[in-house]
T-cell receptor, first 114, second 113 residues
């Protein structure tokens, strides 16, 4: 168990809908990262937060947004869903602002858009 | 660019053989290189990492080597076992511009009994 908790585990929804994925980092970790992994693909970096503030952005679509709350949990909002958004969404956390600390991944949320 | 190239994409070995996975990176300022193992349908798990102040690091059957001049690093698994079968991802910390961990495209390792 990595200590990073993601909910829900599975999500099935229709095109055009909006969903929210939730992540609780490991106790004491201040940085939260979101990654998207499509079927048999690599890990695409979406966005990073540190202590409530956005710190880095990757290839995140405008339809997607995220935030980190004062209790350090984070939510990833996906709207106007398309079939191609079906993927595993991983959250990861690390202790410090510097990125050369190990990332610990949650078990992911598997999103299926039909 | 900020790519991390990883080779091979698939690797099949017999149990007991060694496996080597290689990665190259483009940001010469990168100073942190972790390796993750991902079993089917599960989360990536950190198996070993190396920082740029050393050239090699070992942990039992796993070792990682780093050549900063050539900007490449490799994962070596000795005495492979069927449970080593998984997808392995390398990553490099991109430090030019905003910092982020850039992952390679993954290597699917299959260890046959």
């Amino acid at each position: 168990d990595s200590g990073v908790t993601q909910t829900p585990k599975h999500l099935i929804t229709a095109t055009g809908q909006r969903v929210t994925l939730r992540c609780s980092p490991r106790s004491g970790d201040l940085s939260v990262y979101w990654y998207q992994q499509s079927l048999d693909q690599g890990l695409q970096f979406l966005i990073q937060y540190y202590n409530g503030e956005e710190r880095a952005k990757g290839n995140i679509l405008e339809r997607f947004s995220a935030q980190q709350f004062p209790d350090l949990h984070s939510e990833l909002n996906l709207s106007s869903l398309e079939l191609g958004d079906s993927a595993l969404y991983f959250c990861a956390s690390s202790p410090r602002q510097e990125d050369n600390s190990p990332l610990h991944f949650g078990n992911g949320t598997r999103l299926t858009v039909t | 660019g900020e790519n991390v190239e990883q080779h091979p994409s698939t690797l099949s070995v017999q149990e007991g053989d060694s496996a080597v996975i290689k990665c190259t990176y483009s940001d010469s300022a990168s100073n942190y290189f972790p390796w993750y193992k991902q079993e089917l349908g599960k989360r990536p798990q950190l198996i070993i990492d190396i920082r740029s102040n050393v050239g090699e690091k070992k942990d039992q059957r796993i070792a990682v080597t780093l050549n900063k001049t050539a900007k490449h690093f490799s994962l070596h698994i000795t005495e492979t076992q069927p449970e080593d079968s998984a997808v392995y991802f390398c990553a490099a910390l991109k430090r030019t511009g905003f910092q982020k961990l850039v992952f390679g495209t993954g290597t699917r390792l299959l260890v046959s009994p």
